[in-house]
């Protein structure tokens, strides 16, 4: 696939400042012209393991003008050992944050996978006016699914806590189980540094999305980007998130070929929706 090409990391604090709902701290970088949209990764990941990952939504697709950030304590960016910080709130209150800096007064595209769905549905929640369309890639457990994926987390943030990010990695690796999971994509270890991780583990473990009733009264258009057999990122809940969701649509990869489309669907997706995106109410 082509790859737009990003411009250099911004960063304004030191790694050590908390960013404590202050989008002005992440790392990012800014590609294309045309719509508004944000992009968001997912949980231990970063900008650059999405590119590794193939899950770069929106790569080498004209007519948008993406501002892809790395969450607090991922990626370039600063993070702290409070799991609290690693709640989907406290992405959300960030997120909400960098829009104002980057996307000041206007309605933007969410496009998110794993832990960036999640924040970009609590975001939206908070303040639906902010977003034209949500794209929400392999969204991850919720509300009556989570449970067994909290308990993992909390394992895993003391197996990290013992033997580090990079051994733990490489001691818990298993094949995927999902069929549109190339098997032959690199390992890589979590892009969280080792004091930051189990935090960012604990602080997944005790979060979750606001209630369905508030979710379900979100009226954006909504792409749901999904694949099978993958505890941690259920179809139930995309599908789920169908019935939910007042304008939803969902799309189910079943090879690596079909993922591959992704960024194709994200693009016509965003493309037709072009006379629905416009100024922002001030906040």
Not at 43 to 52: G, K, M, N, P
Not at 188 to 214: I, K, N, S
Not at 224 to 230: E, I, V, Y
């Amino acid at each position: 696939m082509l790859r737009g090409k990003a411009r250099s990391v911004t960063t304004t604090r030191r790694a050590d400042t908390p960013p404590g709902g202050d989008g002005h701290a992440l790392a990012r970088d800014r590609r294309g012209t045309g719509l508004p949209v944000v992009q968001l990764h997912g949980l231990s990941s970063s900008r650059r393991r999405d590119e590794v990952f193939g899950l770069d939504l929106t790569a080498g697709r004209d007519g948008l003008q993406v501002v892809r950030y790395d969450a607090r304590g991922h990626g370039e960016s600063p993070g702290t050992t409070d799991p609290d910080d690693y709640t989907w709130p406290a992405l959300a209150r960030d997120l909400l944050a960098l829009l104002d800096e980057e996307f000041p007064g206007e309605r933007v595209h969410g496009v998110g996978q794993s832990m960036g769905s999640a924040t970009l549905l609590t975001a939206a929640a908070a303040e639906p006016d902010r977003f034209a369309s949500l794209t929400l890639g392999i969204p991850p457990t919720v509300w009556g699914w989570r449970r067994e994926q909290s308990r993992l987390y909390d394992l895993a943030a003391r197996q990290v806590a013992r033997w580090g990010g990079a051994r733990w990695s490489e001691l818990t690796r298993t094949p995927p189980t999902s069929p549109a999971i190339d098997p032959d994509r690199p390992p890589t270890a979590p892009d969280v540094r080792d004091e930051w991780l189990p935090a960012a583990f604990r602080g997944a473990a005790a979060t979750d999305l606001p209630p369905e009733e508030q979710i379900g009264r979100l009226r954006m258009p909504v792409l749901l980007l999904a694949w099978p057999q993958d505890a941690s990122h259920p179809l139930e809940v995309a599908e789920h998130l169908l019935e939910l969701l007042p304008d939803a649509r969902l799309e189910v990869a079943r090879s690596p070929a079909e993922v591959e489309e992704w960024p194709r669907a994200v693009s016509d997706f965003i493309g037709a929706l072009t006379g629905e995106s416009g100024a922002a109410p001030t906040r």
